[in-house]
């Protein structure tokens, strides 16, 4: 295992082991969480996606970062070869900004445009949110994820290191935003100024989708402001609210054959 893949699976187990015990001493929602049925589900769904990717994806995006500084590829290399390069920290910051505003815009496609939703639908047909439904995309939408991360990374020329450092956001940040834990108000609110909170994004898991069309954001939560997708509060509250899609609610569809062939049924 290499030193990339090594970080980023120690920074995902961190933060799982973290957010789950923070889910059984302090949860936000107190209602039945089902993990024997969801766990092996939505967990399953990663080890699909990754062996997928593995097996079909030759580069990933912090190795054509790598490739793309060496070859002078994309506007940041470019602008270096105008005689107009940025300090690195600063070229670095910027991409990260740049990659999340981004996969902000990714999110907003993946309710727009029809044949994406198919997909998408998979994550939001959760009908409990933990930890767990970070990780809850089917395998083709993950590869459509990859695929247009590559196009970004090549386009865009950023330092590996910022590369790596974004990856490593995606993977920490929505299992936080995701998960049930109760945060002491004055806390969410000081913290949605700079992140996405779990009550912030629990209202784009709800089952009314004039709410669940807001707060596209997973690691930062300006571009809904900026871009007038944000809700405060869903309607009926927090504990009021149904989570997940008002269809693939029976159990059938819970296992991980149900998952896999929700997007064509």
């Avoid at 893949?5 to 789950?20: D, I, K, M």
């Avoid at 930062?220 to 405060?232: K, M, S, V």
Wanted: with cysteine; aromatic share 10%; net charge positive.
């Amino acid at each position: 295992m290499n030193h990339e893949a090594l970080l980023r699976l120690s920074t995902f187990l961190g933060v799982a082991l973290a957010l789950a015990l923070a889910e059984a001493l302090a949860p936000r929602l107190a209602r039945p969480a089902e993990r024997r049925l969801r766990w092996p589900a939505n967990l399953g769904l990663v080890a699909v996606s990754t062996l997928v990717i593995r097996l079909s994806v030759p580069v990933l995006p912090v190795g054509l970062a790598a490739l793309a500084q060496a070859k002078g590829w994309g506007l940041f290399n470019l602008l270096a070869a105008l005689g107009l390069p940025l300090p690195e920290p600063a070229a670095g910051l910027c991409a990260i900004l740049l990659l999340d505003c981004a996969i902000y815009w990714q999110h907003v496609a993946s309710h727009r445009w029809r044949w994406f939703w198919r997909l998408h639908r998979v994550h939001h047909a959760d009908t409990v949110l933990d930890l767990t439904t970070a990780v809850r995309f089917h395998p083709l939408e993950m590869l459509a994820s990859l695929a247009y991360k590559l196009l970004l990374v090549l386009a865009l020329g950023p330092p590996a290191w910022a590369v790596l450092a974004f990856e490593l956001l995606l993977n920490a940040l929505p299992m936080f935003n995701h998960a049930n834990v109760r945060l002491p108000l004055a806390l969410d609110r000081a913290l949605r100024l700079a992140l996405v909170t779990p009550d912030m994004h629990r209202v784009h898991h709800s089952a009314d989708m004039r709410e669940a069309n807001t707060n596209f954001g997973f690691c930062f939560p300006w571009w809904d402001r900026l871009f007038a997708t944000y809700l405060d509060q869903p309607a009926l509250g927090h504990a009021g609210m149904t989570i997940g899609l008002t269809i693939f609610r029976d159990r059938a569809w819970a296992g991980l054959w149900g998952l896999l062939r929700m997007p064509f049924a």
